[in-house]
């Protein structure tokens, strides 16, 4: 088992550097947040933000104490890399390299654990290596190989401790989930798993010593952040992040005033309140597709159903039953808004070893049932239909990888252009902040979804001396981007490109 675990770590290595070192730079607005603040802590500027992407929990002036909504441990870990590998990119990627090998070794041990054969362990670690539409994700610097290796390893700890006993493991998947809720805010969802699986009445042993050895080692963990919070902000977890439910559109996230209230929500209707969660189950983005598409590449995802179902007694698999329904149920009904624009995304991540273990059992369920009606060769059907399977997760991994190159390599490129119209000391109001500075330097704060009226009061309230429009925009912006009105207190400076710069008049 050590042997063919440390086979599958050695090509994770490979695959992950080859993987990083296609990208440049961060891609999307969440690597670029948590590249930049890794950074800021490495220039001994502290936990700090001097880009704004939401005005929840943020106090002024800027910069501003950072991981208010998001949360720290990626960045930390990426700081670990520029500190040793100087404040380069590639530099950031690397312990998410290492990160990645770690998660694929979690799938060879899950699909040993679960398929209790070295071929179930092979198997499930090669479809955590080439994982399909995730696979651009686990050397980005966002918090994917964070998350699923130290998510997936809470579960799989959580599961050792059910079928096997030891109050270590218990301490193990506490401590785990400590660090996942410190990458995730939603990550404290595997402490309320850890829980209900040590307090679960078929659970023998010591129920009550396991969860509470479990909630004690996931506060050692989280205590310093608690602290961390109360001093800087009075609190030990930041308050703005739950009215995220109360959102009535993606955009209220920029609010300002910040927030969404419960009383907006209701009154929205309750035929808006269930169409909304039915577009986030079934939508374009949604749990559905997810489900389908990422978390089971589309070929696996009945596969997947199929051998749960099976093992659906197994108590191994019952922490990670529980996380994956409570997980996908609280990105749809609560968080409907949030999830399917990449929270879920984001936290199916610790799903994937077990997913990669059960679409291999799945597939070999398939063909024993198969076999036995066709009167197949079982041996060979396997060898065939397992080869198939892993060739056909390595080209939609290549495909899905071989999409996103440019596309993440380019991004935020025009910024650097329409920097040289700004002074430069300029503060700008701007749709991505983190990626704008990121690409010049320069602080900024988020593209209000509120009328051009407030721009005044949150330029006096963050420094902004200039508001920068382009075709991503807020719905209240729109006619101040096309011309329409110019209010006093703005003047224009700049208009090409489809980008429309303002400065802001005192």
């Known amino acids: 088992m050590r042997r063919d675990a440390a086979l599958l770590a050695g090509a994770a290595l490979v695959i992950g550097f080859l993987l990083a070192s296609a990208f440049q730079q961060p891609g999307y607005t969440d690597a670029y947040y948590y590249f930049n603040a890794?950074?800021?802590?490495?220039?001994?500027?502290?936990?700090?933000?001097?880009?704004?992407?939401?005005?929840?929990?943020?106090?002024?002036?800027?910069?501003?104490?950072?991981?208010?909504?998001?949360?720290?441990?990626?960045?930390?870990?990426?700081?670990?890399?520029?500190?040793i590998g100087g404040r380069s990119f590639h530099a950031a990627q690397f312990p998410l390299v290492l990160c990645y090998a770690g998660l694929v070794v979690l799938g060879y041990i899950a699909g040993f654990l679960i398929g209790k054969s070295r071929w179930a362990g092979w198997f499930a670690g090669l479809l955590t290596l080439f994982t399909g539409f995730l696979m651009p994700y686990w050397t980005m610097t966002d918090t994917f190989a964070v998350y699923g290796l130290v998510g997936a390893g809470s579960l799989i700890a959580m599961g050792i401790?059910?079928?096997?006993?030891?109050?270590?493991?218990?301490?193990?998947?506490?401590?785990?989930?400590?660090?996942?809720?410190?990458?995730?805010?939603?990550?404290?969802?595997?402490?309320?798993?850890?829980?209900?699986?040590?307090?679960?009445?078929?659970?023998?042993?010591?129920?009550?010593?396991?969860?509470?050895?479990?909630?004690?080692?996931?506060?050692?963990?989280?205590?310093?952040?608690?602290?961390?919070?109360?001093?800087?902000?009075?609190?030990?977890?930041?308050?703005?992040?739950?009215?995220?439910?109360?959102?009535?559109?993606?955009?209220?996230?920029?609010?300002?005033?910040?927030?969404?209230?419960?009383?907006?929500?209701?009154?929205?209707?309750?035929?808006?309140?269930?169409?909304?969660?039915?577009?986030?189950?079934?939508?374009?983005?949604?749990?559905l597709w997810t489900f389908i598409g990422v978390e089971g590449s589309i070929l696996f995802a009945p596969l997947m159903l199929l051998a749960l179902w099976r093992r659906r007694f197994d108590p191994f698999l019952s922490g990670f039953a529980l996380y994956a329904f409570g997980l996908h149920l609280a990105m749809t009904v609560v968080f409907a808004f949030p999830g399917p624009r990449g929270g879920l995304l984001h936290s199916a991540s610790a799903l994937v070893p077990f997913w990669a273990a059960l679409g291999a059992l799945g597939l070999e369920d398939a063909i024993t049932l198969a076999a036995k009606r066709r009167r197949w060769p079982i041996q060979q059907a396997r060898q065939f239909f397992s080869g198939a399977a892993v060739v056909y997760a390595i080209l939609l991994s290549l495909f899905v990888f071989a999409g996103s190159i440019n596309k993440w390599n380019t991004a935020g490129s025009v910024y650097r252009q329409i920097a040289a119209v700004l002074p430069a000391n300029a503060v700008v109001m701007v749709n991505d902040p983190p990626a704008f500075y990121f690409q010049t330097g320069l602080s900024g704060v988020v593209l209000p979804n509120a009328p051009p009226e407030m721009i005044p009061v949150i330029a006096a309230r963050y420094g902004v001396t200039h508001i920068i429009l382009d075709i991503n925009r807020t719905a209240p912006m729109n006619d101040l981007y096309l011309g329409k009105d110019t209010p006093l207190f703005l003047k224009p400076i700049y208009d090409e490109q489809g980008i429309r710069i303002f400065e802001v008049i005192r």
């Open 38 to 83: 890794a950074q800021r802590w490495t220039q001994s500027k502290g936990l700090t933000d001097a880009a704004l992407w939401t005005y929840l929990g943020a106090p002024a002036p800027l910069p501003v104490p950072s991981h208010l909504y998001w949360m720290p441990f990626a960045s930390i870990v990426q700081a670990v890399g520029l500190f």
């Open 161 to 287: 401790g059910r079928t096997r006993g030891g109050i270590g493991w218990w301490a193990l998947s506490g401590a785990l989930s400590g660090l996942a809720h410190l990458t995730r805010a939603d990550g404290v969802l595997l402490l309320m798993v850890l829980i209900v699986v040590a307090l679960w009445p078929r659970h023998e042993g010591f129920r009550v010593r396991a969860a509470l050895i479990g909630l004690f080692a996931y506060l050692l963990v989280m205590s310093p952040w608690f602290i961390r919070n109360l001093t800087v902000i009075g609190t030990p977890l930041p308050v703005g992040g739950f009215s995220t439910a109360w959102m009535r559109s993606y955009d209220e996230i920029a609010n300002y005033p910040p927030g969404a209230s419960i009383t907006d929500f209701l009154n929205w209707g309750i035929g808006n309140i269930i169409a909304s969660r039915w577009d986030a189950f079934a939508g374009q983005l949604g749990t």
